[in-house]
């Protein structure tokens, strides 16, 4: 497809569970991002991958929380130990970088929604 | 400082009227303001966008008006319709990824 997809769509777990959501970013965009998203919130800045390095991860809550890319394109991010405040919409999005080091306009996938029973 | 505020938090308008949704900053650093637009099961589009080197941006139907000295941009939507019902964010960053979002404004567009 020409945006970019997430899977799953949704997810349900039990709390202490292993989790992993995966990002398929359009097609020749370098730069990829996961956000998370409350209820009734703005989304939160979790990581930035430039191709396959995390260009930075500062926005990780905690070290049960972890993403990888290794080809530079799909990426997965993983939740160790769920927790019922783990609950929220996963958004990951892509971007074309530009040699200013800007990046360019994000594209956002439809997300992935993550409930911790 | 590193807030974006954004209000209202809900906001009706009759169709064919004007839409105004109000944000604030406070790092002066920041130097990249999108507008994105988010319908419900979706993730969030950017609609419109503008740099601190103009004050207005006009796209179609939407323009963003920015003011540096006061911290303050603003989305107005001219002749607002139904379809522009959806939750609209504002966000804010330096020079590239590490959005600050604002919390959002539901706006439903009364036919």
């Known amino acids: 497809g020409a945006g970019v997809s997430q899977t799953p769509s949704n997810k349900v777990t039990e709390k202490g569970k292993y989790v992993e959501l995966r990002c398929d970013p359009i097609?020749?965009?370098?730069?990829l991002y996961w956000y998370r998203q409350s209820l009734g919130q703005g989304p939160e800045f979790l990581i930035y991958f430039q191709g396959t390095g995390a260009a930075d991860d500062s926005g990780l809550p905690n070290d049960r929380f972890f993403a990888v890319r290794p080809e530079g394109s799909v990426s997965t991010l993983k939740i160790q130990r769920t927790e019922r405040g783990d609950s929220a919409v996963y958004l990951c999005?892509?971007?074309?970088?530009?040699?200013?080091?800007?990046?360019?306009?994000?594209?956002f996938g439809e997300g992935s929604r993550l409930t911790v029973l | 400082q590193q807030q974006v505020k954004q209000s209202p938090q809900s906001l009706i308008v009759q169709k064919g009227g004007i839409s105004i949704i109000n944000c604030a900053y406070e790092n002066t650093a920041f130097d990249y303001f999108p507008w994105y637009q988010q319908f419900p099961g979706k993730g969030p589009a950017l609609l419109i966008a503008i740099r601190p080197d103009v004050s207005e941006k006009k796209e179609g139907r939407f323009t963003i008006s920015f003011n540096k000295s006061a911290k303050q941009f603003s989305l107005h939507i001219m002749d607002s319709q139904p379809g522009d019902s959806a939750t609209y964010f504002c966000?804010?960053?330096?020079?590239?990824?590490?959005?600050?979002w604002g919390a959002g404004t539901k706006l439903i567009i009364k036919p």
């Open positions: 966000a804010a960053s330096k020079g590239n990824y590490q959005l600050i």
């Open positions: 999005a892509s971007s074309l970088s530009q040699s200013s080091g800007r990046t360019g306009e994000l594209f």
């Open positions: 097609s020749g965009h370098t730069a």
